[in-house]
């Protein structure tokens, strides 16, 4: 297994810059490659300022990981219904840096721009993550990264959490959607849909008609479109969604940011805070996750709590998608045994990753 950790990507702001362009061509060497200050703070902070600033050879190398990856997204012979990826990083898990190195008020600074602190607050006062670091155990916490919430998040997230950067390029989403458009009448996937939701359906009392049945699955084709919405108005008036899936309010969930009211992460922020300007996607369901971990090849865990409530702790509505996602379709000798784990709070998901440990970081 590969781990990704700041020698790989090593800025907060690696993924801020267009992702339809290439870079341009780099003047200086790696050891020549010169800092630009972002903001006060890292004027009189030079860790802050490494942390924080933008290096001109991170635009390359994330551009390069992208194309690489995309590329390598394509039907293979262990199941040539299903779209996997076929790349040497594709056991890859992103590792946030030890921050604990870092001075108080400087490690505060750099985390508030990397980690979704009330998601992480969320889910550990439900006691749906982290309750194992107080019992002495060998497993590291886990850190939420700040994800974009445009429709795409469980793309987002998935990627950040393999490789620190944002699914910008739409490649693991083109490989699910691929997957579920190409997929022939009554294979294995539409039969495991059907019997999971008819698990579901006779939980609350409920019975499809064929005609359900079709209309049930063409609607989880559509929403695996790597299209974009027409517009944030007409997503938002969008009466197709269910309960659990994750809408484009996700969005407006990520201004709980305690730096900015946009959402920013290690892979990046997003191009523009203008709602006009913005692409959404239209969000995915629980199928989406077992289809994708499929095309990753590799268990999905996400931790999530099991009732949606309201901000007075009144339940509303039961929240399905924490849970193990195998992917059954691949026969296990071609998957990957290490999980990608996700969060799903507020209707957003978001990466889940370790930090390097040490003596100090384990103690905090």
Not at 77 to 93: P, R
Not at 115 to 126: K, Q, Y
Request: glycine residues 2%.
């Amino acid at each position: 297994m590969h781990s990704y950790s700041q020698h790989h990507i090593k800025d907060a702001n690696v993924d801020m810059f267009d992702d339809d362009k290439p870079p341009h061509p780099l003047n200086n060497t790696s050891s020549e490659i010169k800092l630009r200050r972002t903001n006060t703070d890292s004027l009189n902070y030079p860790v802050l300022h490494r942390a924080l600033s933008t290096v001109s050879a991170n635009q390359s190398l994330v551009y390069n990981q992208r194309n690489a990856l995309a590329k390598n997204f394509r039907r293979i012979s262990v199941n040539d219904e299903i779209v996997t990826i076929d790349h040497t990083d594709a056991d890859a898990s992103f590792l946030l840096p030890n921050l604990y190195e870092l001075p108080d008020d400087i490690r505060t600074r750099v985390m508030d721009s990397l980690v979704d602190t009330t998601t992480m607050a969320t889910l550990e006062e439900s006691k749906r993550l982290n309750w194992w670091a107080n019992k002495k155990l060998t497993s590291p916490k886990l850190y939420p990264v700040l994800t974009s919430g445009d429709g795409n998040c469980l793309l987002h997230a998935t990627s950040l959490a393999m490789w620190g950067f944002h699914d910008h390029s739409l490649s693991m989403r083109k490989a699910l959607n691929e997957t579920m458009i190409t997929s022939k009448p009554n294979n294995s996937l539409y039969r495991r849909w059907r019997w999971a939701q008819s698990v579901q359906n006779k939980k609350y009392g409920l019975v499809f008609s064929e005609q359900e049945w079709t209309d049930e699955w063409k609607s989880l084709l559509r929403l695996s479109s790597a299209e974009p919405r027409v517009s944030q108005k007409t997503s938002s008036n969008s009466n197709n969604r269910s309960t659990n899936s994750t809408a484009p309010t996700d969005e407006m969930n990520r201004n709980k940011s305690p730096q900015t009211g946009t959402p920013t992460s290690v892979g990046g922020s997003t191009k523009s805070s203008s709602p006009s300007a913005r692409q959404y996607y239209e969000s995915l369901e629980e199928f989406h996750v077992y289809v994708l971990a499929n095309n990753i090849r590799r268990p999905i865990i996400i931790y999530s709590d099991t009732i949606l409530r309201t901000n007075d702790g009144e339940p509303i509505s039961p929240i399905e998608f924490g849970g193990i996602y195998l992917p059954l379709e691949i026969p296990p000798e071609k998957c990957h045994r290490q999980p990608v784990f996700l969060a799903f709070d507020a209707a957003h998901f978001s990466a889940l990753v370790p930090m390097e440990q040490n003596s100090k970081a384990t103690s905090k």
